[in-house]
């Protein structure tokens, strides 16, 4: 075991870690990592920043895992000295993922890739017995021109292709008209691409990417006889599973060429910039969903802001030195470096002149536990059509009152409010009152398009929701839709919780009813 308390605060460069694939390449890859003897063949990829094997149907014992020199000059795996402090190396919040959850390498391709896709998380787990899918991000390093092509790459159905039509022509091995059934997109230097888990695509001929991705290296191939030397065996195509399951890998939603292009050709937003310096998101969490990639352009040192997990970065063009507490590692071009949770105050500075290219990778948000984001209700919503006469069977029978009596939006006040995601003009009246540690909220609309008359009209007056105090709406709200469940009516707060935002869910029809937000912290306008 790794005993050393302060390994958890520095960079770590990794080594270098070429894997054979069954495309050919590798020259320029050998050119850009600044290799002697640059040349194509089969060594065509190179694993930067990887804590899982490769899946080739022969491999070697742990081959694919990228290694480290400790500062005591003994090399361990990346996946090793990882599991050795996870709270340190990956931070609180990631720990108990016991990995990076997001990875790199590069490849260079002569030849077009396989038609392929890889597995979403939900076949990994239930076929494969492995912990996620792999959507990936391209960004194009550097092109060339490979019997006069243009450099390009294939993702996604066209409209009207089915299972049925692809897995006929799969079962004739008819690739022209498989590829014909796919887009196929140009790529240029600089460009980022994005292909989700599940998407049929390949990179086409004359390419040097750097593809980030979630920590796996399975690779469904729909392509029997790749090359005129190279045919892949079954196992190799579908890992034992069958052709029936292969095919259960694609996804099968189809695209215009328009609605493709805006999928997977990604464009950035600017973080910050100088004169110097200038940092981009060129994959956001809304577009990956599993990692997002920031690009930093420099001339002169630049400092990177702390981050409450992990961190990976690749050096894409010059050499750069990382620092943190004190220490520096220097990182040629062409290399991944590992930055843990500890690595604070973390600063790059250039080495060469010109300017230096640094990606810099995250891991997916922290995945939400919904015992500790719903385990605070605060009121419980009914729906009336009469609200005194409500409010009068509830004091001469229950002896329940004096009430709170309101009405939404106030007198002179003209709130924010949102019905199925357009301004709304709504008003209603309100009745709360304390139910011992949980408050009761009567609700009588007055005017206007919204949810709680639809209710009345489909469901009659009763019970409509329960709301939750939550300390951040966004991260639920992205939880909820990932789930299926949207905001259908939504507004700013006012009296006692003005400040806060409160939102309305669909979930009526699964639960029983629907399911209100509200953030815990105030936000002063």
Request: aromatic share 12%; with cysteine; proline share 5%.
């Amino acid at each position: 075991m790794i005993k050393e308390t302060n390994l958890s605060m520095i960079p770590y460069v990794l080594e270098l870690n070429r894997v054979k694939r069954a495309y050919t390449g590798g020259k320029l890859l050998d050119e850009w990592q600044r290799l002697e003897h640059a040349e194509d063949g089969n060594m065509s990829e190179e694993f930067l920043i990887s804590t899982v094997e490769v899946t080739n149907e022969n491999k070697a014992t742990e081959e694919g895992l990228s290694r480290t020199f400790l500062p005591d000059g003994s090399s361990v795996t990346l996946a090793s000295l990882i599991q050795s402090d996870l709270e340190g190396f990956l931070g609180e919040k990631y720990a108990k993922e016991k990995d990076v959850r997001v990875s790199a390498r590069v490849g260079d391709t002569t030849v077009r890739h396989v038609l392929q896709c890889h597995p979403d998380t939900a076949f990994a787990r239930k076929y494969l017995q492995f912990p996620n899918g792999k959507s990936e991000a391209w960004y194009i390093i550097k092109t060339r021109s490979i019997n006069g092509s243009t450099p390009h790459m294939y993702a996604g159905f066209k409209k009207g292709v089915t299972k049925e039509k692809w897995t006929e022509l799969f079962e004739k091995q008819d690739i022209p008209a498989m590829l014909e059934c796919m887009h196929k997109i140009p790529v240029h230097e600089g460009g980022v691409y994005f292909v989700e888990a599940g998407m049929p695509h390949c990179m086409g001929p004359g390419n040097v990417f750097c593809e980030i991705h979630e920590p796996c290296d399975y690779t469904f191939r729909a392509e029997k006889y790749y090359l005129p030397n190279r045919t892949f065996s079954d196992f190799e195509m579908n890992y034992g599973l069958g052709n029936d399951l292969l095919m259960d890998t694609f996804h099968y939603d189809t695209y215009t060429y328009e609605e493709i292009v805006e999928k997977c050709v990604l464009s950035d937003s600017v973080v910050f910039e100088t004169q110097k310096v200038q940092a981009k998101t060129v994959v956001s969490y809304e577009q990956a969903k599993r990692f997002k990639v920031e690009k930093y352009i420099f001339s002169e040192a630049v400092k990177i802001p702390d981050f409450e997990g992990h961190r990976i970065a690749i050096t894409i063009k010059g050499s750069c030195e990382f620092s943190a507490n004190g220490v520096t590692r220097k990182a040629e071009q062409g290399r991944g470096v590992f930055l843990p949770y500890g690595a604070k105050g973390l600063a790059l500075t250039p080495c060469e002149e010109g300017e230096t290219i640094i990606l810099i990778c995250y891991p997916p948000k922290p995945v939400l536990d919904p015992k500790e984001y719903f385990k605070n209700p605060i009121q419980i919503g009914i729906l009336v059509n009469d609200l005194d006469k409500y409010l009068g069977k509830l004091e001469s029978v229950f002896g329940i009152g004096p009430f709170r009596i309101a009405k939404y939006p106030p007198e002179g006040e003209v709130p924010y409010r949102e019905y199925h995601g357009k301004e709304g003009n709504f008003a209603a009246k309100f009745c709360f009152y304390n139910l011992g540690n949980i408050e009761l909220e009567l609700i009588q609309p007055i005017s206007g398009d919204n949810i709680w008359q639809d209710h009345i009209d489909k469901h009659g007056p009763g019970i409509h929701h329960v709301k939750f105090l939550v300390p951040d709406n966004k991260l639920i709200e992205e939880y909820l839709n990932e789930n299926g469940y949207h905001i259908i009516q939504q507004g700013a707060a006012v009296g006692p919780n003005k400040g806060r935002v409160w939102a309305f869910f669909d979930t009526f029809d699964d639960i029983g009813f629907d399911v209100e937000i509200m953030n815990e912290i105030k936000v002063e306008k």
